[in-house]
């Protein structure tokens, strides 16, 4: 239902932006989130948007550099990643929220899209 595209190699210094695509049914009275995992680590939160697109959250290693958006005529939540850094390198997925907020704790997610491998060369 949910389906994340955009990842690839990049230079460090580099930008990409990640789509995630709904499917199926939409999620519009949802939060929306995206979250990413390095080898040998947990998954971690990465950035969340409320319902209205409105409120925004972001976990401190990626503030001021990354945004996330989303457009609701193509069901679709955006994440740009602009000044990528090594340590960014990491599978990226996105996920919709059991609540409308925009909720950075991994337990208000259920719906998983598959990841998009993300890898930022020095």
């Known amino acids: 239902q949910l389906q994340a595209s955009g990842g690839g190699l990049v230079q460090a210094g580099g930008s990409l932006r990640l789509s995630c695509a709904a499917s199926g049914r939409t999620f519009s009275n949802n939060g929306m989130g995206w979250f990413r995992q390095a080898p040998g680590k947990e998954r971690e939160f990465v950035a969340a948007?409320?319902?209205?697109?409105?409120?925004?959250s972001y976990a401190d290693s990626v503030k001021g550099r990354f945004t996330i958006s989303r457009d609701y005529s193509k069901n679709t939540v955006y994440l740009q990643m602009n000044s990528l850094r090594p340590e960014d390198t990491a599978v990226y997925y996105c996920?919709?929220?059991?609540?409308?907020?925009?909720?950075?704790?991994?337990?208000?997610?259920?719906?998983w899209g598959q990841g998009t491998q993300v890898t930022v060369s020095s």
């Open positions: 996920a919709a929220a059991i609540t409308a907020s925009a909720a950075s704790a991994i337990m208000y997610y259920r719906n």
């Open positions: 948007i409320n319902w209205k697109g409105r409120d925004t």
